[in-house]
């Protein structure tokens, strides 16, 4: 079993003291709902003793009894109601708060942190266990406070009724217990099994299925299915034990009850016609009734104490989220960019991403104003990390990037980045509308402003022809844009705030070149007085330029004019001459 | 849907006796209250101590018999429910396959492979249960009124009352709910899309500043759903109070009319303790039901879904026109074509030859149907107008299976299976020796990063090649192509992700092997500028000439030369 972290439940305690008058009426109603639960099969039993016959029955004692069970279950029904409804209330307003705060830390948590973390994990986090963790805390406690007051309450009442019956109840019960308990711990290999077999299984559908051209082409239909084929009777077999062998579970506690169902009668008969203290038919009803009752809130609790752990464990993880290390704020007295002037420089810049392996080194560069500075080199080369610098994505590990002198860590992060004007190669397209994605960086752009955006990116003439022109809601996932289209967008959204310096990361690298003189030339109206930073592979892009960094390796090996490198006879002019075969 | 029910075959005992062992099991159940009232009646009134060990007896008999029914119902259902998915997933993943590039479009990817996993899976539930409990749980029900009617037919009045105010309740909520919770999947789908959006936009969304608005976003959907939850909580919450509440009543009134007929000495007390039992019972039993319910309209929705897939007809190849003996190797004759749905054609009447032994290249900007084109060529799609020919004889008239062993097509997107280097490149020639493979590498420009990795062609590759860069990838693709004996060779902007320097060396190994045409698609006019023929798309219409003839007549061609190679004196 895995040790509970008290660190944790701290942590979730933080986030459900607001809620604790409500947890306390919560237990409270649960308790009258358990309560009289078990008083009914009490009642009942009394009014079946008052029927004693032909012409004897206690009329009196019946109506009494008869009244008392439809108040009892109406007080029942309705503290259930509420109960049921403060435990809603509870679990979902935690689950809110805590998806609120872990959506707060993502948008303050360090690139480090979203670059070596898979979304499908945060997002998982934030979602799943969120849900996993309120629900099963909550429920799992209520439930759990619940159990034990009613296997409590039902010992209570049936010493009451008769002690010598009670043991028998009491302690046979706890036995389909352990036979649900075997039957789970026997079976949990073979659902291990089905689910690895099942992972296999869509491991192949997924990549047989998305890639059908290529089977279709190499005519490799035939092997396809016989692969599958093997791994669909590995996934029969494996499903095939893991679903028989855990539906044996009702089976055999309900076996294991009836047994004991067996033995109240019996003793229980026995006991009525026994001279000593004979227990009474209505009583003998409430203890057969009990039980029938008694082997659920053994049930539940095992059920509640693997449910609690999982929640502890889910909680730790969302905990995990929010606690992570935020980006460093910005300094008390951090410049706004807007204020200072446009040069840039990078004096000795160190960085690696991991320790140890390091990856730009001894970098320096001058940009003054109005300067275009391309960035060249084999993939892999550190072209993207630089960028990542400028933007302070990450920070240098050693020496600085300056801007008029002002180390960048001196300015506000916000004014920094609105700078500059960034188009990366790997678009991102929010879901929302065409308008609403090229005004993201400017939210309160007028129609006419986003459309001269869009004719100045080309992008216009493709957005006409989309069903609801701007208003087409367009993403990432589901959407028939071209991946040129889609970065057609992405430059018509810098295109409208217009910052003073560009970045643009392969910005053009889906769209055919003849469009992307027609952008370039757009660009260079806007680059004119603007600084600009070009990553590109297409060397053509690049040779007007004032200032080329040709990188390999995460080292710029070169660095001047295009004609400059050219003469150099160096690796610039091997790559540009490979374009030529 | 009764496509499915076929595949029950072979599986009819087992699916006949899986609910009959059920229901025996429900009789002794309902036995039991019988038993207990003889108990009540003729044991303790009478004093008899026989009578109460022999009903004792019989109550454990019951009980074991009941168990041995319902272990081996459990066993027949689950695997006939097993066995059924086993040879539908079959079927389907057979099916698709073989469906057409046009069909495959139509389902899409994504829902294809829902169709194979997680439908089957609601399937495979959705029939072990049925098979388990879709009989027993009303048989229950309604033993439980036939019973308390040979107990009482007057008592029994109280089921008849009882039993569709509670079905009303159960069902009721069930449906105000079911329609309220798909709306909670929608909101927290939507809560889903913001935070993995605000993930996979952190770089934009810093870059523009915005990412307090998405968490400001994200908190607006967050308590829409709170709102959601807890409003759908209140009507589901009502489910156990308003059952119980029923329940027990109904037991209040029982007991009363009881005392009544036991007054009158119609019925035994016994009989009392009896009905009280039969009312407990069906509550349970209706609860599962419910549950039951909601799986199964799943489950059947799942189903129809796979019933459609399996009924897909396989698309029929259009008559082929006779053959044409005009020397030509390949032909485009007026060929138009257009994907189904979009209105515009992709391409508009294509006429060209290709003489055996010829190099074609094919260029144009994004979205003007050069992948269209050779797809057409490769028979992924059917012409919508026009012919192709092969060899004189229409491309309709050779199976696919024919124009899969002629072509060897790599990808644009290229795609690398799980599995090794050698299993990839084998795809398309299982007995392909280890020189094949090397040559095809060697000539693809692979062989030097394949024999870095650990087992050289025996290297693993994980699913989707993601131990391989992009370039690597495609390498490998163009080498599998390679392997394959083909005697056309068509390359889908197969080198986009490489150096112009691997991308040269690359066409000139391919260029020394013999193929009776190649097709290279590119978007740089230096890939493709010593082709035999160039074919230049624009806006679906083509130009065909070499290089130096469309330089000289195309303002389009030269523009994109142009663009790439900027001075003409650089330029051939």
Redesign the interface.
Same mark, same amino acid.
């Given at each position: 079993m895995k040790k509970i972290n008290r660190g944790t439940v701290a942590k979730i305690l933080r986030y459900t003291r607001r809620y604790n008058p409500l947890i306390v009426l919560s237990l409270l109603l649960s308790l009258v709902c358990v309560a009289c639960?078990l008083y009914?099969p009490v009642l +009942?039993g009394r009014?079946?003793d008052?029927? $004693?016959?032909?012409?004897?029955?206690d009329?009196d004692t019946?109506?009494y009894?008869?009244g008392a !069970?439809?108040i009892?279950? +109406?007080l029942? +029904?309705?503290s259930?109601?509420i109960a049921? %409804?403060v435990n809603?209330?509870i679990a979902?307003?935690v689950? #809110?708060d805590v &998806? %609120?705060d872990a959506? $707060?830390k993502?948008?303050?948590?360090p690139?480090s942190y !979203?670059d070596s973390h898979t979304?499908g994990d945060?997002?998982s986090r934030? !979602?799943t266990d969120a849900d996993n963790f309120a629900e099963g805390l909550l429920m799992g406690f209520t439930q759990f406070f619940t159990g034990i007051m009613t296997i409590l309450g039902t010992l209570a009442f049936m010493i009451r009724i008769s002690p010598r019956i009670t043991p028998v109840v009491a302690l046979l019960t706890p036995l389909s217990l352990f036979v649900a308990s075997f039957v789970a711990k026997k079976t949990h290999n073979m659902f291990l099994a089905q689910s690895r077999a099942?992972g296999r299984?869509? @491991?192949?559908?997924?990549?047989?299925?998305?890639?059908?051209?290529?089977?279709?082409?190499?005519?490799?239909?035939e092997? @396809?299915?016989s692969e599958?084929?093997e791994i669909?009777?590995e996934? +029969?077999r494996a499903?095939?034990r893991a679903?028989?062998f855990s539906?044996?579970t009702?089976?055999?506690t309900?076996?294991v009850n009836?047994?004991i169902?067996?033995?109240v009668?019996?003793i229980g008969?026995?006991s009525?016609?026994s001279g000593s203290s004979p227990i009474t038919?209505g009583a003998?009803?409430a203890f057969? %009734?009990y039980s029938?009752q008694y082997a659920k809130p053994f049930n539940e609790i095992s059920g509640v104490i693997t449910e609690l752990q999982n929640s502890i464990a889910c909680a730790e993880r969302i905990f995990e989220l929010i606690e992570a290390d935020s980006d460093i704020p910005d300094k008390e007295n951090a410049v706004n960019r807007a204020d200072i002037g446009d040069d840039i420089s990078l004096e000795n810049v160190e960085f690696s991403y991991t320790p140890g392996r390091e990856l730009i080194k001894n970098l320096n560069l001058d940009v003054k104003h109005g300067e275009q500075i391309a960035i060249v080199g084999?993939?892999?080369c550190g072209k993207t990390t630089v960028i990542n610098l400028l933007?302070r994505?990450y920070d240098v590990d050693s020496g600085a990037i300056k801007i008029d002198n002002i180390d960048i860590r001196d300015i506000t992060?916000?004014s920094l #980045?609105?700078g500059?004007?960034?188009v990366?190669q790997e678009t991102?397209i929010?879901?929302a509308t065409v308008a609403e994605n090229i005004a993201?960086?400017k939210?309160g752009a007028t129609r006419e402003e986003i459309i001269a955006a869009a004719k100045s990116a080309y992008a216009h003439s493709f957005i006409k022809r989309l069903p609801d022109g701007y208003d087409t809601v367009i993403s990432?996932e589901i959407s028939s844009l071209?991946q040129?289209q889609k970065q057609l967008l992405?430059i018509a &959204?810098v295109m409208l705030?217009l910052p003073p310096a560009l970045i643009l990361d392969e910005a053009t690298s889906?769209?055919?070149?003849?469009?992307?003189?027609k952008i370039r030339n757009a660009f260079a109206g806007m680059t004119k007085g603007r600084t600009s930073f070009i990553v590109a592979? #297409?060397l053509?892009t690049v #040779?007007n330029s004032d200032k080329i960094l040709v990188m390999k390796d995460g080292r710029v090996i070169e660095q001047g004019t295009h004609t400059e490198l050219i003469a150099k006879h160096g690796f610039y002019e $091997?790559?540009y001459n490979? &374009?030529?075969? | 849907m009764k496509r499915l029910l076929r595949h029950f075959r072979g599986q009819a005992l087992r699916c006949f006796l899986a609910p009959l062992f059920k229901m025996i099991e429900a009789t002794f159940e309902l036995l039991v209250p019988l038993i207990i009232a003889q108990i009540i009646d003729l044991g303790i009134a009478g004093k008899d101590k026989e009578i109460i060990y022999s009903r004792s007896i019989q109550l454990i008999i019951l009980g074991f018999v009941g168990l041995l029914f319902s272990v081996t119902a459990q066993y027949f259902s689950a695997d006939a429910a097993v066995t059924f998915v086993k040879k539908l997933k079959h079927e389907a993943y057979k099916k698709i396959q073989y469906l057409s590039f046009a069909q495959h479009n139509e389902a899409g990817t994504s829902g294809l492979i829902t169709r194979l996993t997680g439908d089957m899976d609601s399937i495979q539930n959705g029939v072990n249960l049925t098979l388990r409990l879709l009989l027993r749980s009303p048989f229950v029900v309604f033993g439980a009124c036939v019973m308390a009617f040979r107990v009482d037919p007057v008592s029994a009045g109280v089921f008849i009352g009882a039993v569709p105010l509670l079905s009303i309740v159960i069902f009721g909520i069930m449906l105000i709910t079911i329609p309220r919770n798909r709306k909670i999947r929608e909101a927290v789908d939507s809560a889903l899309l913001t935070t993995r959006e605000s993930i996979t936009g952190s770089r934009v969304l810093r870059a523009f500043g915005r990412e307090q608005a998405q968490a400001e976003e994200f908190g607006v959907k967050n308590g829409v759903l709170t709102r959601l939850q807890e409003r759908t909580g209140r009507i589901s919450a009502l489910l156990n109070p308003l059952t119980c509440m029923i329940v027990n009543t109904a037991v209040a009134v029982l007991i009363w009319l009881g005392a009544k007929r036991v007054d009158a000495g119609i019925i035994s007390c016994g009989a009392v303790v009896a009905l009280y039992s039969y009312m407990s019972q069906i509550l349970v039993e209706l609860v599962k039901l419910a549950n039951l319910i909601i799986t199964l309209t799943k489950s059947f929705a799942c189903a129809g879904r796979v019933a459609d897939l399996l009924d897909t007809q396989p698309e029929e190849k259009p008559a082929p026109a006779g053959d044409r003996d005009n020397g030509a190797f390949i032909e485009f004759d007026n060929v138009s074509f257009a994907y189904s749905g979009a209105g515009e054609p992709v391409l508009k009447n294509i006429s060209f030859t290709v003489r055996k032994g010829e190099r074609i290249g094919i260029i144009g900007a994004t979205g003007s149907g050069k992948s269209t084109l050779v797809d057409l060529l490769a028979g992924f799609y059917n012409p919508v107008e026009g012919r192709i020919y092969f060899e004189g004889r229409d491309i309709f008239s050779c199976t696919d299976e024919e124009l899969a062993r002629r072509i060897a097509f790599v990808e644009q997107k290229p795609a690398i299976f799980k599995g090794t280097v050698k299993s990839n490149l084998a795809l398309g020639k299982e007995d392909a020796g280890e020189e094949d493979i090397r040559a095809a590498l060697g000539a693809a420009q692979a062989l030097d990063f394949v024999n870095e990795k650990e087992n050289g062609i025996n290297a693993v590759t994980e699913q989707g090649g993601r131990n391989f860069s992009g370039g690597q990838r495609q390498r490998l693709a163009v080498a599998r192509a390679l392997v394959k004996d083909a005697d056309i060779l068509i390359l889908d902007d197969a080198s986009s992700a490489l150096d112009y320097l691997t991308d040269s060396e690359m066409r000139k190994a391919v260029s020394a092997l013999d193929y009776s045409a190649v097709f290279i698609v590119s978007q740089r006019t230096g890939s493709i500028l010593d082709c035999d023929k160039i074919i230049l798309l624009e806006d679906g219409r083509a130009s065909i000439g070499t290089h130096a003839e469309l330089l000289e007549s195309n303002e389009e061609y030269r523009q994109i030369h142009l663009s790439q190679f900027e001075e003409e004196g650089e330029a051939v």
């Amino acid at each position: 079993m895995k040790k509970i972290n008290r660190g944790t439940v701290a942590k979730i305690l933080r986030y459900t003291r607001r809620y604790n008058p409500l947890i306390v009426l919560s237990l409270l109603l649960s308790l009258v709902c358990v309560a009289c639960n078990l008083y009914i099969p009490v009642l +009942a039993g009394r009014g079946i003793d008052a029927i $004693k016959g032909i012409n004897n029955i206690d009329y009196d004692t019946l109506l009494y009894n008869i009244g008392a !069970i439809i108040i009892t279950a +109406a007080l029942s +029904a309705l503290s259930q109601w509420i109960a049921g %409804n403060v435990n809603n209330t509870i679990a979902f307003r935690v689950v #809110r708060d805590v &998806r %609120n705060d872990a959506m $707060k830390k993502i948008s303050s948590l360090p690139l480090s942190y !979203i670059d070596s973390h898979t979304s499908g994990d945060t997002v998982s986090r934030v !979602i799943t266990d969120a849900d996993n963790f309120a629900e099963g805390l909550l429920m799992g406690f209520t439930q759990f406070f619940t159990g034990i007051m009613t296997i409590l309450g039902t010992l209570a009442f049936m010493i009451r009724i008769s002690p010598r019956i009670t043991p028998v109840v009491a302690l046979l019960t706890p036995l389909s217990l352990f036979v649900a308990s075997f039957v789970a711990k026997k079976t949990h290999n073979m659902f291990l099994a089905q689910s690895r077999a099942r992972g296999r299984q869509t @491991a192949h559908i997924d990549e047989t299925v998305a890639n059908h051209n290529v089977i279709a082409a190499y005519g490799a239909q035939e092997k @396809a299915i016989s692969e599958f084929d093997e791994i669909n009777d590995e996934f +029969a077999r494996a499903s095939l034990r893991a679903i028989f062998f855990s539906s044996i579970t009702n089976p055999s506690t309900r076996f294991v009850n009836n047994m004991i169902y067996a033995g109240v009668a019996l003793i229980g008969a026995l006991s009525a016609i026994s001279g000593s203290s004979p227990i009474t038919i209505g009583a003998l009803t409430a203890f057969l %009734n009990y039980s029938g009752q008694y082997a659920k809130p053994f049930n539940e609790i095992s059920g509640v104490i693997t449910e609690l752990q999982n929640s502890i464990a889910c909680a730790e993880r969302i905990f995990e989220l929010i606690e992570a290390d935020s980006d460093i704020p910005d300094k008390e007295n951090a410049v706004n960019r807007a204020d200072i002037g446009d040069d840039i420089s990078l004096e000795n810049v160190e960085f690696s991403y991991t320790p140890g392996r390091e990856l730009i080194k001894n970098l320096n560069l001058d940009v003054k104003h109005g300067e275009q500075i391309a960035i060249v080199g084999p993939t892999g080369c550190g072209k993207t990390t630089v960028i990542n610098l400028l933007m302070r994505f990450y920070d240098v590990d050693s020496g600085a990037i300056k801007i008029d002198n002002i180390d960048i860590r001196d300015i506000t992060r916000s004014s920094l #980045r609105a700078g500059y004007g960034m188009v990366l190669q790997e678009t991102w397209i929010k879901t929302a509308t065409v308008a609403e994605n090229i005004a993201l960086g400017k939210p309160g752009a007028t129609r006419e402003e986003i459309i001269a955006a869009a004719k100045s990116a080309y992008a216009h003439s493709f957005i006409k022809r989309l069903p609801d022109g701007y208003d087409t809601v367009i993403s990432d996932e589901i959407s028939s844009l071209s991946q040129g289209q889609k970065q057609l967008l992405c430059i018509a &959204r810098v295109m409208l705030s217009l910052p003073p310096a560009l970045i643009l990361d392969e910005a053009t690298s889906s769209i055919d070149t003849r469009t992307e003189i027609k952008i370039r030339n757009a660009f260079a109206g806007m680059t004119k007085g603007r600084t600009s930073f070009i990553v590109a592979h #297409r060397l053509s892009t690049v #040779r007007n330029s004032d200032k080329i960094l040709v990188m390999k390796d995460g080292r710029v090996i070169e660095q001047g004019t295009h004609t400059e490198l050219i003469a150099k006879h160096g690796f610039y002019e $091997k790559l540009y001459n490979s &374009r030529i075969s | 849907m009764k496509r499915l029910l076929r595949h029950f075959r072979g599986q009819a005992l087992r699916c006949f006796l899986a609910p009959l062992f059920k229901m025996i099991e429900a009789t002794f159940e309902l036995l039991v209250p019988l038993i207990i009232a003889q108990i009540i009646d003729l044991g303790i009134a009478g004093k008899d101590k026989e009578i109460i060990y022999s009903r004792s007896i019989q109550l454990i008999i019951l009980g074991f018999v009941g168990l041995l029914f319902s272990v081996t119902a459990q066993y027949f259902s689950a695997d006939a429910a097993v066995t059924f998915v086993k040879k539908l997933k079959h079927e389907a993943y057979k099916k698709i396959q073989y469906l057409s590039f046009a069909q495959h479009n139509e389902a899409g990817t994504s829902g294809l492979i829902t169709r194979l996993t997680g439908d089957m899976d609601s399937i495979q539930n959705g029939v072990n249960l049925t098979l388990r409990l879709l009989l027993r749980s009303p048989f229950v029900v309604f033993g439980a009124c036939v019973m308390a009617f040979r107990v009482d037919p007057v008592s029994a009045g109280v089921f008849i009352g009882a039993v569709p105010l509670l079905s009303i309740v159960i069902f009721g909520i069930m449906l105000i709910t079911i329609p309220r919770n798909r709306k909670i999947r929608e909101a927290v789908d939507s809560a889903l899309l913001t935070t993995r959006e605000s993930i996979t936009g952190s770089r934009v969304l810093r870059a523009f500043g915005r990412e307090q608005a998405q968490a400001e976003e994200f908190g607006v959907k967050n308590g829409v759903l709170t709102r959601l939850q807890e409003r759908t909580g209140r009507i589901s919450a009502l489910l156990n109070p308003l059952t119980c509440m029923i329940v027990n009543t109904a037991v209040a009134v029982l007991i009363w009319l009881g005392a009544k007929r036991v007054d009158a000495g119609i019925i035994s007390c016994g009989a009392v303790v009896a009905l009280y039992s039969y009312m407990s019972q069906i509550l349970v039993e209706l609860v599962k039901l419910a549950n039951l319910i909601i799986t199964l309209t799943k489950s059947f929705a799942c189903a129809g879904r796979v019933a459609d897939l399996l009924d897909t007809q396989p698309e029929e190849k259009p008559a082929p026109a006779g053959d044409r003996d005009n020397g030509a190797f390949i032909e485009f004759d007026n060929v138009s074509f257009a994907y189904s749905g979009a209105g515009e054609p992709v391409l508009k009447n294509i006429s060209f030859t290709v003489r055996k032994g010829e190099r074609i290249g094919i260029i144009g900007a994004t979205g003007s149907g050069k992948s269209t084109l050779v797809d057409l060529l490769a028979g992924f799609y059917n012409p919508v107008e026009g012919r192709i020919y092969f060899e004189g004889r229409d491309i309709f008239s050779c199976t696919d299976e024919e124009l899969a062993r002629r072509i060897a097509f790599v990808e644009q997107k290229p795609a690398i299976f799980k599995g090794t280097v050698k299993s990839n490149l084998a795809l398309g020639k299982e007995d392909a020796g280890e020189e094949d493979i090397r040559a095809a590498l060697g000539a693809a420009q692979a062989l030097d990063f394949v024999n870095e990795k650990e087992n050289g062609i025996n290297a693993v590759t994980e699913q989707g090649g993601r131990n391989f860069s992009g370039g690597q990838r495609q390498r490998l693709a163009v080498a599998r192509a390679l392997v394959k004996d083909a005697d056309i060779l068509i390359l889908d902007d197969a080198s986009s992700a490489l150096d112009y320097l691997t991308d040269s060396e690359m066409r000139k190994a391919v260029s020394a092997l013999d193929y009776s045409a190649v097709f290279i698609v590119s978007q740089r006019t230096g890939s493709i500028l010593d082709c035999d023929k160039i074919i230049l798309l624009e806006d679906g219409r083509a130009s065909i000439g070499t290089h130096a003839e469309l330089l000289e007549s195309n303002e389009e061609y030269r523009q994109i030369h142009l663009s790439q190679f900027e001075e003409e004196g650089e330029a051939v």
